[in-house]
């Protein structure tokens, strides 16, 4: 398995909701990241987490709460979010080390109502 | 600090060679990626570099020197579907960070 999956493809949510996002690896990956990426615009790192412990917070607003579970999941929970936090939500995993190349899902599609 | 620049918007023939380039300034040199996006699809990587030289992967190729701060990815008989965004990145700060930060991408449109 040589894949990171992301579910759901799609989300849409009010202002007041709670959802999560979720992402999972079978690499054997150490590393995993969330990502958030606006149209036209690279991904900006939001967590990076390192045998299952977050090593960087980029300053992101509390209401975004990355969870690792297990070396092979990944979640962020969210919560009051504002339209603004509308964006592509990426997940990606690495080997430990971070050298190689980090593998990327496909993505959740976030709109906030 | 850390910045990273690379041409906006590119177009090319399909069957030509096209050189995109990067150039990049960082506190601490930990190699540099390179990552095709296609649009409302996610990043995919391509290369990874980290000494000076030409690193060949079938009609992708990608180039780093870094003394000059400079590194170039080269397509090869270019197919419509290599129409995408090309992502250049380094690592921000140390590589065990795992802080990977982005150029703003280079559009590319393959035309027939």
């Known amino acids: 398995d040589t894949e990171v999956t992301q579910t759901p493809k799609h989300l849409v949510m009010g202002m007041t909701n709670k959802k999560s996002l979720k992402c999972e690896q079978h690499?054997?990956?150490?590393?995993m990241y969330w990502y958030k990426q606006k149209a036209k615009k690279p991904p900006e790192l939001m967590f990076v987490y390192s045998y299952e412990k977050l090593s960087i917070n980029e300053s992101v607003p509390s209401r975004f709460s990355p969870e690792c579970p297990n070396s092979s999941l990944l979640n962020l929970h969210l919560h009051a979010l504002q339209p603004e936090d509308s964006a592509l939500y990426l997940c990606a995993s690495s080997r430990e080390g971070h050298r190689m190349g980090q593998f990327f899902g496909p993505g959740t599609r976030l709109t906030v109502l | 600090g850390q910045n990273i620049d690379q041409p906006t918007e590119m177009t090319a023939t399909e069957g030509a060679i096209v050189q995109i380039n990067c150039t990049y300034q960082t506190s601490g040199f930990n190699g540099l990626f390179w990552y095709q996006q296609h649009a409302g699809e996610a990043p995919t990587f391509l290369s990874y570099n980290v000494l000076d030289g030409l690193e060949e992967k079938g009609r992708f190729s990608s180039f780093l020197s870094r003394s000059k701060g400079y590194s170039y990815l080269l397509l090869k008989e270019l197919q419509m579907k290599d129409s995408a965004s090309y992502l250049c990145a380094t690592f921000g700060g140390s590589s065990n960070t795992g802080k990977l930060i982005f150029g703003q991408g280079t559009t590319l449109q393959v035309k027939p």
């Open positions: 690499m054997g990956h150490r590393a």
